[in-house]
């Protein structure tokens, strides 16, 4: 692969990775919900309640941040405090009833909008695409 190529595949994964970012805010509209905040209800409906500094870690930002954001989903009525019945120094973060709603609601739709994203692709293309995605992760 030449220099113009390796730029030209990267430029492509950016110019891709733009347009994902920019679909999913439009998809979180009508919760008025931004994609930090649908991270952490995603984090909390994968796992359950957690310790902040289990979230903070899931979500690979500083414990401080992760703070803010569970304030924020805490003032929407969105997550609770609890105490952790294995520590009472401690506090774990949920989801409420409405969090659960909101979440499940934000799953579906992002669902549809990658479905449309990806409707394109062959299931072979998908596959591919998938592993190789996997493998850059990782």
């Known amino acids: ?5 390796e730029e030209s595949l990267a430029e492509t994964f950016w ?4 347009r994902l ?6 998809t979180l509209e009508p919760w008025e919900i931004n994609p930090g905040h649908a991270r952490a209800l995603a984090v909390l409906m994968r796992h359950g309640a957690v310790r902040l ?6 979500l690979r930002i500083a414990p401080r941040s992760a703070t803010e954001v569970v304030d924020d ?3 929407r009525g969105l997550v609770a ?3 952790d019945p294995a520590d009472r120094r401690a506090t774990l973060v949920g989801l409420t009833d409405e969090g ?8 579906a739709a992002r669902a549809a909008e990658a479905e449309r994203f990806f409707g394109d692709l062959s299931d072979s293309d998908r596959a591919d695409l998938a592993r190789i995605l996997r493998t850059l992760r990782d």
């Open 1 to 5: 692969m030449t220099g113009s190529d």
């Open 53 to 58: 500094s289990a979230l903070a870690e899931h």
């Open 15 to 18: 110019a891709v990775a733009r």
């Open 21 to 26: 970012r920019h679909q999913s805010k439009r």
């Open 100 to 107: 659960t709603r909101i979440s499940a609601a934000i799953r």
């Open 73 to 75: 989903l805490e003032e």
């Open 81 to 83: 405090r609890q105490p």
